[in-house]
Nanobody, 123 residues
Framework: QGQLVESGGGLVQAGGSLRLSCAASGRAFSLYAMGWFRQAPGKDREFVSATSWRGDSTFYADSVKGRFTISRDNAKRTVYLQMISLKPEDTAVYYC????????????????WGQGTQVTVSS
């Protein structure tokens, strides 16, 4: 059974930066697309970013384009989300996901999910 473990969340002031990591184990995650989603209190979980299994294709929500960068290291089975210029509206629990999605932007097709890491951006 595969497992995803996120880390790197925390409290940061607006304009600050954080780097989230997601370590995968148990399966051939190097062959899976990897995605980041987030869920703010009282809101639905939403797409943030994703990368193809090779890392040669990346996708971003409009709200984070130019501020967030996704990358992966298949040798380490780890995917990263570098976040800069953080805003209070980025506050959410961030989830890592892995799978073979037909649509990178949709939660369906991501078969494996982490437990999430809290990101709080203060104004």
């Amino acid at each position: 059974q595969g497992q995803l473990v996120e880390s790197g969340g925390g409290l940061v002031q607006a304009g600050g930066s954080l780097r989230l990591s997601c370590a995968a184990s148990g399966r051939a995650f190097s062959l899976y697309a990897m995605g980041w989603f987030r869920q703010a209190p009282g809101k639905d979980r939403e797409f943030v970013s994703a990368t193809s299994w090779r890392g040669d294709s990346t996708f971003y929500a409009d709200s984070v384009k130019g501020r967030f960068t996704i990358s992966r290291d298949n040798a380490k089975r780890t995917v990263y989300l570098q976040m800069i210029s953080l805003k209070p509206e980025d506050t959410a629990v961030y989830y890592c996901a892995a799978g073979v999605p037909g649509d990178y932007y949709s939660m369906s097709g991501y078969n494996y999910w982490g437990q999430g890491t809290q990101v709080t951006v203060s104004s």
